[in-house]
């Protein structure tokens, strides 16, 4: 299965795909790196293997429609027959999601449909939840609202600050993602 994967960081979760590729876990390529930012150390990381990149900016001011088109064409151009957010801090727009429907996953770091959005681990400890974790869920017109495809938890410890808590969401997420990539697969 092609995957064109979204990035906008250092790209922990693309690293774990193109682990679980290497290793015959997840019956995927990486057909493309997408990215908003140029500087995103995802697109070396990419580089480096001989993975195509793209990049894709936005900036304050822009046209926000002609810019998820401009994506959108961008995606299109690598042939996915999988979209995958993997730190991507962008909100998709609805031309994105209607020309890939239901071929586009995200991870988010919490157990949705608890703190949705932006910062999940820290509104989990706000909250002063027992149990956070991360969602594998396709992509819709809400935020972090869309079909739940898998779930992983991690206890929340009273010692635990926000970074704390997602680093250790991330070792399940970087287990739980490529499975269900290939599981879709």
Request: glycine share 8%.
């Amino acid at each position: 299965m092609r995957l064109v994967v979204l990035v906008s960081g250092r790209g922990s979760n693309l690293r774990s795909i193109a682990q679980a590729i290497d290793e015959g876990r997840c019956a995927a390529t990486l057909a493309a790196v997408v990215s908003d930012k140029a500087d995103a150390p995802a697109l070396e990381f990419a580089r480096e293997r001989g993975i195509p990149t793209d990049v894709v900016p936005f900036r304050k001011g822009d046209d926000r429609a002609a810019w998820n088109e401009r994506l959108a064409d961008t995606m299109a151009s690598h042939s996915p027959e999988l979209v995958v957010l993997a730190g991507f801090m962008r909100i998709l727009g609805p031309n994105v999601i209607d020309r890939f429907a239901g071929r586009i996953v995200n991870v988010h770091p919490a157990l949705l449909p608890s703190f949705p959005g932006h910062d999940g681990p820290a509104q989990a400890v706000r909250a002063g939840v027992r149990l956070s974790g991360c969602t594998v869920h396709l992509v819709d017109h809400g935020v972090d609202t869309g079909p739940i495809l898998a779930q992983g938890a991690v206890p929340v410890l009273p010692t635990d600050d926000a970074a704390s808590l997602h680093a250790r969401i991330q070792t399940v997420e970087h287990v739980l993602f490529p499975r269900v990539i290939d599981w879709i697969a």
